[in-house]
């Protein structure tokens, strides 16, 4: 094949040219800047959880859940996919989030060691009670800080205690906000809000019939004090919790107390290796408790303990419990 005739230019002062012109052109065009990465919708965002402030600057990619009832929560605002580990159940998974929970890892059957918890790498770890934090373990809130890992504690489980339903409203919100889904949170808190106010009218102008809870224990009875989301559920539900004067979530009492309380129901919480029959029939064959109202009669409402803690399930639970405390309501 033949080209175009052209005039020959020497080659060298062609290439040189060539070369020149644009290193002149970028020494002479003024320098421009990365453009910075525009932050997600609603960050950074700033929350104080028990007395630890964190930034986030972006949702978490890589949250791990300790215990049910915040493993539920993070199901529940749709948030499958940001898990990448999970631990700890004390009952069944409620069947409308079976599906999602199925798709994430379990790490431990209860609490993971640290160097489990560590292979996971996640960027956020959601304890549900204190215990999932636990230093001896190597697993603090400040170990993992120190690790680069954010952290949450359920707010049932904050040294200042007291929990009630708007602790649970704003416990759902801060976690929709925390991975960039407030409106997930807002849909969720109306529609909890339309069925505990649907029971309030149920029981509405109840007598409050006295509560003794019993969740475990033999030689004293571990019981639901006033500080825990438990105490609300019961008096929303038309009851009086007996032990409302015990300061924590969770607490032991003598089964001298319980005798002197009277209650008229017997609420048992549902978890564990014994079961609810056990747990009657260690009531109902204890003499000390024979002249108790509730033994005496017979009056006993079964729980899931993932029912009464601070979670999802708690709306739905006020209804179930005043139905037992209440049939002809």
Request: hydrophobic residues 40%.
């Amino acid at each position: 094949m033949s080209w175009p005739r052209r005039t020959r230019l020497p080659l060298a002062p062609l290439l040189s040219a060539a070369v020149l012109l644009p290193l002149l052109a970028a020494c002479s065009a003024p320098a421009k800047e990365t453009p910075a990465a525009k932050a997600a919708p609603g960050f950074p965002y700033t929350v104080s959880n028990c007395g630890v402030k964190t930034t986030f600057k972006a949702p978490p990619k890589r949250a791990v859940t300790m215990n049910q009832h915040v493993t539920e929560v993070m199901l529940a605002l749709g948030l499958e996919k940001s898990l990448v580990g999970t631990a700890y159940l004390d009952d069944t998974v409620l069947p409308a989030y079976k599906k999602a929970y199925d798709a994430v890892p379990v790490l431990a059957k209860e609490y993971p060691s640290k160097e489990a918890l560590l292979a996971a790498n996640p960027d956020f770890v959601y304890g549900g009670y204190s215990s999932a934090f636990d230093a001896k373990a190597g697993r603090s809130r400040d170990d993992l800080m120190a690790a680069g890992i954010n952290s949450r504690l359920n707010m049932e489980y904050c040294p200042s205690g007291a929990s009630s339903l708007a602790d649970l409203y704003r416990e759902v919100d801060e976690i929709a906000r925390t991975f960039g889904v407030p409106d997930r949170g807002t849909r969720w808190t109306a529609e909890a809000k339309k069925t505990v106010a649907a029971t309030e009218k149920k029981v509405d102008g109840v007598a409050p019939v006295s509560v003794f809870v019993y969740d475990s224990g033999d030689k004293a009875a571990f019981t639901a004090g006033g500080k825990g989301i438990g105490n609300e559920l019961i008096t929303r539900a038309g009851g009086r919790n007996v032990f409302a004067d015990l300061d924590k979530p969770f607490g032991d009492a003598t089964w001298e107390q319980v005798v002197a309380r009277k209650p008229d129901v017997i609420v048992i919480y549902d978890y564990g290796s014994t079961t609810v029959e056990q747990k009657k029939k260690r009531l109902l064959d204890d003499p000390a408790l024979k002249d108790v109202p509730a033994v005496k009669n017979r009056r006993f409402a079964v729980m899931p303990l993932s029912d009464a803690v601070l979670g999802v399930r708690v709306p739905a639970a006020i209804e179930k419990l005043a139905t037992q405390l209440h049939p002809t309501r």
